[in-house]
């Protein structure tokens, strides 16, 4: 008789292994996982209505299955984008389902900063011309900050609930004109109230116009060592600071809002370091021969300020970046004809600017480094991109296209020379490779660079630009926030920039040749592949050349849509606020045309 162990004893089977006992899934296991589909139904399902319940399942899918809707002012021409905050994934034809629209960062909200100007005060024409002038220089120097400048008028004033108190009280002129320009900023609201002779003098990320790019001013504050000329707060503080004054008993023995308030009304903040008062007491103590010309000639006299604050805010830039320029030329030999308009622009940004007190300094910045034409800043051009506070980049991307066809020095590119011979995205991996490495994917690379182009640094630290168009001379002037006379950006490279690492002594008559005969060739081909990449393809046609470079580049194609989408929105948003302050220019609808602080190139 069989033992009763046997029964649980299993021979090996012919292949000497034993045969697989199938487990069950314990039963304390199948409660927890039947109660937790049972409270993920329950809650589906019969949860309260006031409560967010996720009916629809496809938000947990990533690629959206429509178009985002068209946003407004999203288009310049053939180019458009969509702002959102998913601007870093890699490619944005996953987000917006369209090849020819690029994700860009949400635009960055821009505080308004409010300056009063009575231009119906009776003057001669030529000081009106020079003031207009200097509300022009102090407009595009706030706007290269991150801010959004009014130019307020009387209108605005008589807007304002209090201006009825204030048409009864007998007042000195100087304390009317003062209040007249309270009146106006409390009508418009929470900002910032400059002087037209405050400007920012210095690095964009300096922590008090951090501070006031932010929009959130609590207490009505101005600025030790600036008197009068910087304030900001809320508008319910700004009147009420008004009506205070109003009622105060010292009214008619003040000359200032200021001397007709309680101290504790406004807060007083540290001596800013990046902000410069062009006051009559700063240019007495520290620019004479400006003083004397006022004193002698007005409007001449205001004309020289003006260019005296322009050389300052070119010699900040240059401050800032002590160590220069950095002008991008991947494959250099090949495609240096790409960068012409970026060297131009960086020798024109290292010039000296004319000034009518030579070798001066901005008055918040006495100890500068004036500039030195016998040592001017250098010029770099390295094929690589290096992150550095103290290094302006200046990049220029090509379209995947234009840089094959100069790469191959020939403009009859082939589906079998771009698959057999090229590696894909050779800009970008170029462009990255010191910061990036060797090892990367095109989608890794492209995030890094969009982070370069359009984050907070990014945008202080460099200027980007395709290969056409380039950017236009004003576009220049706003970006930077100041005026640079007008210099040329459409002559190919010198033989000496060719050869800059020799010289020019080294090259001899037989080099100069081919140098000059490669330019011709490069300037050739960079025409033909304009005209190529301008073209677009219909419907029904058949896919080109252009689209299959761009389909084997998907990386540099999209650093070229990012940065041409980037620079033409830029130019749309100033449109509109050029358009936008024309409405408060005086506040006339429509005056502001002919007034001379809207530039009009």
Request: net charge positive.
């Amino acid at each position: 008789m069989r033992s009763q162990s046997s029964r649980y004893h299993r021979k090996p089977s012919v292949t000497g292994a034993y045969p697989k006992i199938e487990k069950s899934i314990p039963q304390r296991n199948l409660k927890y996982i039947f109660l937790a589909v049972f409270c993920f139904l329950g809650i589906l399902f019969f949860a309260s209505p006031s409560v967010d319940v996720v009916t629809d399942l496809r938000v947990f899918h990533h690629t959206p299955t429509h178009k985002p809707h068209v946003q407004k002012n999203s288009t310049s021409g053939d180019v458009h984008w969509f702002s959102d905050w998913k601007w870093l994934n890699p490619f944005s034809a996953s987000i917006t389902l369209d090849d020819d629209r690029s994700v860009l960062p949400p635009l960055r909200t821009r505080p308004p900063i409010y300056t009063f100007y009575d231009a119906d005060a009776e003057k001669e024409e030529k000081i009106k011309a020079a003031e207009n002038k200097l509300l022009l220089l102090w407009r595009r120097a706030w706007w290269a900050k991150g801010f959004r400048p009014v130019i307020l008028g009387k209108s605005e004033a008589m807007n304002n609930p209090l201006f009825e108190a204030f048409q009864v009280k007998k007042l000195s002129p100087q304390f009317e004109t003062d209040l007249m320009r309270w009146l106006a900023w409390g009508q418009m609201g929470t900002g910032v109230l400059a002087n037209w002779l405050v400007l920012p003098m210095g690095p964009h990320h300096d922590y008090l116009l951090t501070h006031l790019r932010r929009g959130e001013y609590p207490k009505l504050t101005r600025y030790d060592g600036l008197s009068s000329g910087l304030f900001s707060g809320e508008k319910v503080v700004i009147n009420a600071a008004i009506k205070e004054a109003l009622d105060s008993p010292n009214l008619e023995d003040s000359h200032a809002l200021l001397d007709a308030i309680r101290q504790e009304t406004v807060s007083i903040e540290p001596k800013p370091s990046a902000i410069a008062f062009y006051d009559a007491n700063t240019n007495a103590e520290h620019y004479e021969p400006i003083t004397t010309k006022l004193a002698e000639n007005k409007a001449d006299g205001l004309l020289s300020l003006a260019q005296l604050i322009t050389s300052h805010l070119h010699l900040t830039f240059l401050n800032t970046f002590q160590d220069g320029f950095a002008v991008l030329t991947p494959y250099s030999k090949k495609s240096h004809i790409l960068t012409q308009n970026a060297h131009a622009l960086a020798e024109a940004l290292r010039s000296c600017p004319s000034s009518p007190t030579s070798k001066s300094c901005p008055p918040n910045n006495l100890d500068c480094r004036p500039c030195s034409s016998v040592a001017p800043t250098p010029i770099t051009t390295p094929e690589y991109y290096t992150n550095s506070s103290t290094t302006y980049v200046i990049g220029t991307v090509p379209h995947p296209y234009t840089f094959a066809s100069l790469l191959a020095k020939t403009r009859d590119i082939t589906t079998r020379h771009i698959r057999r011979d090229t590696s894909r995205d050779r800009w970008l991996a170029a462009v990255t490779q010191k910061t990036l490495g060797r090892d990367i994917g095109g989608p890794a690379r492209i995030v890094s660079f969009k982070e370069s182009v359009a984050g907070d640094w990014g945008c202080a630290g460099g200027m980007w630009m395709t290969d056409d168009p380039g950017p236009t001379h004003k576009d220049i002037e706003y970006h930077f926030g100041f005026s640079l006379p007008p210099f040329n950006i459409t002559d190919p490279p010198t033989t000496a920039y060719i050869r800059e690492s020799d010289g020019d002594d080294h090259i001899t008559i037989k080099e100069k040749k081919a140098a000059s005969k490669d330019v011709e060739l490069q300037k050739y081909l960079l025409e033909a592949a304009k005209e190529v990449v301008a073209k677009k393809r219909k419907k029904k046609e058949k896919t080109g050349t252009k689209e299959m470079v761009e389909a084997w580049n998907l990386a540099d194609t999209e650093a070229w849509r990012f940065v041409r989408a980037f620079a033409a929105r830029e130019g749309v948003e100033r449109q509109n606020w050029e358009d936008e302050e024309r409405r408060f220019a005086g506040g006339e609808e429509g005056r502001g045309r002919g007034w001379r602080w809207f530039d009009g190139r």
